[in-house]
């Protein structure tokens, strides 16, 4: 049965583990992790002994952590907020207190790891999702490293799932790669764009090349353009101006998100569905890509702006 709500049958075959996530008290975390969490808890798919730790730096009890959680939650859920389930569901998760920078902070989890670890009979899977801010990414990875956090006990695994965006330039990009290969094996890295998981973009493959009517007519003769637009209703909501203020709508959207979409909507039809064949084929995409490498072009086809208060439609 459910353990989170009696009525519901768990269906999920996936192995239980401990769920770290670092910034556990951004934007990210409450409107979008913990709701999806909270919506396979919903649907039973969520692993029986699951344990959920929030890593951040606010001065937080469990029960405050958990009361913010429950608040957005309330507000943003697909499914909706079952008191009796979330209690169940919330049980699990714990907040944990540290600079993302303070080694004692690391050695603090790790104990706390190993002791979930011990009242579940042994070792255990450990999952670490990076969900803070972009300049935390290298000391989050390097600190896993030196506690050895990222090393997995015998017959289980530990892995890590890193949040755009993956660096701010090619070097960057680069540099964190590095950075995450030399923590974890590439197999136990998972780079995630959120924007993939959406249902649009799911059935984007399966409209194009299952499904005979469409297919054929998917080229320059019949479609003259595609236009992708990005609608935001949210604006700097949570915080994030200072996000903004040094990444930019372009970096945080347009590189990953809207890249993705295009990618999804310009590919040719990959030899097979595997992670692989897609990525080969998104490849071919941006590589053809016409480049804006001029100022001129750029001025041309570019309108930026910045964010500054003030309200639309009376928000």
């Given at each position: 049965m459910n353990p989170f709500r009696e009525d519901l049958v768990t269906r999920s075959s996936a192995e239980p583990c401990t769920l770290v996530i670092f910034g556990a008290t951004g934007d990210l975390t409450h409107r979008k992790l913990i709701p999806a969490l909270y919506h396979l808890a919903a649907d039973g798919d969520l692993p029986v002994g699951v344990r959920i730790i929030?890593?951040?730096?606010?001065?937080?009890?469990?029960?405050?952590?958990?009361?913010?959680?429950?608040?957005?939650?309330?507000?943003?859920?697909?499914?909706?907020?079952?008191?009796?389930?979330?209690?169940?569901?919330?049980?699990?998760?714990?907040?944990?207190?540290?600079?993302?920078?303070?080694?004692?902070?690391?050695?603090?989890?790790?104990?706390?790891?190993?002791?979930?670890?011990a009242a579940r009979g042994g070792k255990g899977n450990r999952l670490f999702y990076i969900a803070s801010?972009?300049?935390?990414?290298?000391?989050?990875?390097?600190?896993?490293?030196?506690?050895?956090?990222?090393?997995?006990?015998?017959?289980?695994?530990?892995?890590?799932?890193?949040?755009?965006?993956?660096?701010?330039?090619?070097?960057?990009?680069?540099?964190?790669?590095?950075?995450?290969?030399?923590?974890?094996?590439?197999?136990?890295?998972?780079?995630?764009?959120?924007?993939?998981?959406?249902?649009t973009a799911q059935n984007l493959m399966v409209l194009r090349f299952a499904n005979a009517i469409f297919e054929p007519l998917w080229n320059s003769r019949h479609i003259s353009h595609v236009q992708i637009t990005?609608?935001?209703?949210?604006?700097?909501?949570?915080?994030?101006?200072?996000?903004?203020?040094?990444?930019?709508?372009?970096?945080?959207?347009?590189?990953?998100?809207?890249?993705?979409?295009?990618?999804?909507?310009?590919?040719?039809?990959?030899?097979?569905?595997?992670a692989d064949g897609i990525r080969d084929e998104k490849v071919k995409v941006i590589r053809s890509l016409r480049r804006w490498d001029t100022p001129e072009k750029v001025a041309a086809n570019v309108v930026r702006a910045q964010y500054t208060a003030g309200h639309v439609d009376g928000r």
């Open positions: 929030g890593f951040a730096r606010r001065a937080k009890s469990d029960d405050q952590f958990r009361e913010g959680l429950a608040e957005v939650n309330r507000a943003v859920s697909r499914t909706p907020h079952d008191e009796r389930l979330w209690d169940g569901f919330i049980r699990s998760v714990t907040y944990h207190c540290s600079e993302f920078t303070d080694a004692d902070g690391y050695a603090r989890l790790a104990r706390s790891i190993e002791a979930i670890e801010a972009p300049e935390f990414f290298d000391e989050i990875l390097n600190q896993l490293r030196k506690t050895g956090l990222n090393r997995a006990a015998e017959g289980c695994w530990s892995r890590v799932i890193v949040e755009k965006p993956f660096g701010t330039d090619f070097a960057t990009a680069r540099h964190l790669n590095r950075v995450v290969n030399a923590t974890f094996r590439e197999r136990d890295t998972y780079r995630i764009d959120h924007y993939l998981g959406k249902e990005c609608a935001e209703t949210l604006g700097m909501e949570g915080g994030r101006g200072a996000y903004y203020d040094s990444a930019g709508a372009l970096r945080d959207m347009v590189q990953n998100h809207l890249l993705q979409l295009l990618s999804l909507v310009a590919m040719e039809p990959p030899t097979d569905l595997g």
